[in-house]
């Protein structure tokens, strides 16, 4: 993945995560994904007093493109303020290998530690539907 682009999905995931609704946790997110069709769309953490209820900053991003009709996916973004990189929690790791494949994710944190890597790093052995 080019630094060029990396770039624009941190940038894209840092103004996502100024719209993050955490008041449970107190731990604002930011994603942004980029799709085949070289858009990219973003989405932050939405907490719920159910915390089952809440969605992550990843799925949420991911959900707003594929219900814009994106089906197919090449990087996503993750940024918080972490002491190292933020990485995605398990679910979010699920989805984004389910719905991107074996994509770069990259990790950042607000203070500018960054780190490139494959979903499959994240979650090795993933479970996926030509599993079923």
């Known amino acids: 993945m080019d630094e060029q682009m990396v770039t624009k999905l941190l940038e894209a995931a840092t103004k996502a995560r100024e719209n993050s609704y955490s008041p449970y946790s107190g731990f604002p997110v930011g994603a942004a994904v980029l799709t085949s069709s070289g858009r990219i769309?973003?989405?932050?953490n939405i907490e719920a007093a159910s915390s089952g209820?809440?969605?992550?900053?990843?799925r949420t991003a991911i959900y707003k493109a594929v219900s814009e009709g994106e089906r197919e996916f090449k990087a996503i973004c993750c940024i918080a303020d972490t002491p190292d990189v933020c990485t995605p929690c398990g679910i979010c790791r699920q989805v984004?290998?389910?719905?991107?494949?074996?994509?770069?994710v990259v990790l950042a944190n607000v203070r500018g530690a960054v780190k490139v890597v494959k979903i499959s790093d994240l979650l090795p052995l993933a479970f996926t539907a030509d599993d079923m």
């Open 41 to 44: 769309y973003s989405g932050c």
């Open 96 to 104: 984004i290998r389910e719905w991107g494949g074996d994509i770069d």
């Open 53 to 58: 209820a809440t969605c992550c900053a990843e």
